[in-house]
């Protein structure tokens, strides 16, 4: 067999891998539950596979052209064996860091307050961060080895108030209109200790879109933000 046989072999071997990873760990988010990613996540999902991909149809194509073997099909399988390596311990999720420091909440943003003056972060899923060609590089690569892929929760913010038993009022002001909504009062929030009021529960992105639209479909709700309740 050629040399430039086993490479070819190789490198489609390693691909192989790499087709084998993403059915096997990130066709059920990136597929089946795109509706649920941001447009980041989507960004870092395609960042990663551009820039991972040739490295590890190199690497098959590497170990196939070392070998003494002649059977293809033996060099297809080593070819695989070694990017394998790598996909197979990619897989899963890590975590994401700011999990476990979400903001402790209880129902609305007070109407006519800045949701960012009020010290909550506030989120547009469906758009795509600015980040350096290195970040971006960087959450590429997380992404592939599993982290920050699993989809994020949201809180369905519609005001914000100093007062907690006007924050209080609102709410039971939604739940007379729309019981469903089930506003409730989350805690104070740093620096500028507003009460949130919320509605719902936290909530995958689908989840969390559909509850927005059903809170701005009111007389009472002005505005509704996301957030993913991670403090900063």
């Known amino acids: 067999m050629k040399r430039l046989e086993k490479v070819v072999l190789g490198g489609l071997g390693g691909l192989s891998a790499v087709l084998v990873k993403f059915l096997g760990q990130d066709y059920g ?21 551009a820039l991972l991909t ?12 070392i070998t003494d ?11 695989i064996a070694a990017p394998a390596m ?15 420091l979400l903001l402790p909440v209880s129902s609305a943003y007070a ?23 290195l970040g971006r590089i960087q959450s590429g690569i997380g992404v592939f080895f599993g982290y920050g892929k699993e989809p994020k929760k949201y809180w369905v913010i519609v005001g914000s108030f100093k007062d907690r038993s006007k924050a209080q009022q609102f709410a039971d002001k939604i739940n007379a209109e729309d019981a469903m909504l089930n506003a409730w009062i989350g805690v104070k929030v ?3 200790n507003y009460y949130p009021v919320i509605v719902g529960t936290y909530s995958y992105l689908s989840e969390a879109k559909e509850l927005q639209k059903r809170a701005l479909a009111t007389q009472s709700i002005k505005d509704a933000y996301l957030s993913s309740g991670a403090q900063r």
């Open 111 to 133: 109407q006519g307050v800045n949701p960012a003056k009020a010290g909550i972060p506030v989120e547009k899923p469906g758009t795509v961060t600015e980040q350096s060609t």
């Open 86 to 100: 790598v996909t197979t311990w990619s897989g899963g999720q890590k975590g994401d860091l700011q999990a476990s």
């Open 69 to 79: 073997e002649t059977n293809r099909m033996k060099v297809v399988a080593l070819a």
């Open 29 to 49: 988010t990136v597929v089946s539950n795109a509706s649920n990613l941001t447009a980041d996540q989507m960004v870092n999902y395609q960042v990663a596979y």
């Open 190 to 192: 740093p620096p500028n």
């Open 54 to 65: 040739p490295i590890l149809m190199f690497l098959g194509a590497f170990f196939a052209w």
